[in-house]
T-cell receptor
Framework: DARVTQTPRHKVTEMGQEVTMRCQPI?????VFWYRQTMMQGLELLAY????????DSGMPKDRFSAEMPDATLATLKIQPSEPRDSAVYFC?????????????FGPGTRLTVL | AQSVTQLGSHVSVSEGALVLLRCNYS??????LFWYVQYPNQGLQLLLK??????LVKGINGFEAEFKKSETSFHLTKPSAHMSDAAEYFC??????????FGTGTRLTVIP
């Protein structure tokens, strides 16, 4: 049963610390998305990649957030330094892109709490 | 520009009653349309999608949605609500590029 995996599932950290979240997309998927979900803002697209190249990261605060795909099986989202307002659930999703109707498959999320 | 409007952030229905969750979209090109469901502490799961062809789309768990181009709507329905349907539901539109544009979600409560 192919699925997107995310680690860690939960992370509690203190303000100013670096946070790294990891995502393993479904094998063979060539598009990867990072979303942030909060009660106030709902679901926000932070960045997405196609064939490991960043296509759009306009939703991401550039000064502290960075997203990369070191290889086709790993996507990372880093926050440095973290702030309390970064507390949210971060979702990774993968898909096969426009040729497959843009359907996205979501991971279970990383719940981040910054104290 | 693409956008999605979900009318009603909270909907409550009695068990066994009709479920109707509303979604209107705007898109500059013929869209692909999706409904996703999110159960507590989980990621989003695809319920159903419209791409081309038949405008009435059937999904999992007895849900269906009808694409109405003239009304720019894609409302989600289920004839009889079950307790297990309690979740948050997201409508999304894709203009054919890489992105999905999500609505703000509707939280469905099912009253026993």
């Amino acid at each position: 049963d192919a699925r997107v995996t995310q680690t860690p599932r939960h992370k509690v950290t203190e303000m100013g610390q670096e946070v790294t979240m990891r995502c393993q997309p479904i094998l063979g998927h060539n598009t990867v998305f990072w979303y942030r979900q909060t009660m106030m803002q709902g679901l926000e697209l932070l960045a997405y990649f196609r064939n490991r190249a960043p296509l759009d990261d306009s939703g991401m605060p550039k000064d502290r957030f960075s997203a990369e795909m070191p290889d086709a099986t790993l996507a990372t989202l880093k926050i440095q330094p973290s702030e309390p307002r970064d507390s949210a659930v971060y979702f990774c999703a993968s898909g096969l892109g426009a040729g497959y109707n843009n359907e996205q498959f979501f991971g279970p999320g990383t719940r981040l709490t910054v104290l | 520009a693409q956008s999605v409007t979900q009318l009603g952030s909270h909907v409550s229905v009695s068990e066994g009653a009709l479920v109707l969750l509303r979604c209107n979209y705007s898109s500059s090109v013929p869209p692909y349309l999706f409904w996703y469901v999110q159960y507590p502490n989980q990621g989003l799961q695809l319920l159903l999608k419209y791409t081309t062809g038949a405008t009435l789309v059937k999904g999992i768990n007895g849900f269906e949605a009808e694409f109405k181009k003239s009304e720019t709507s894609f409302h989600l329905t289920k004839p009889s609500a079950h307790m297990s349907d309690a979740a948050e539901y997201f409508c999304a539109v894709s203009p054919g590029a890489n992105n999905l544009f999500f609505g703000t979600g509707t939280r469905l409560t099912v009253i026993p």
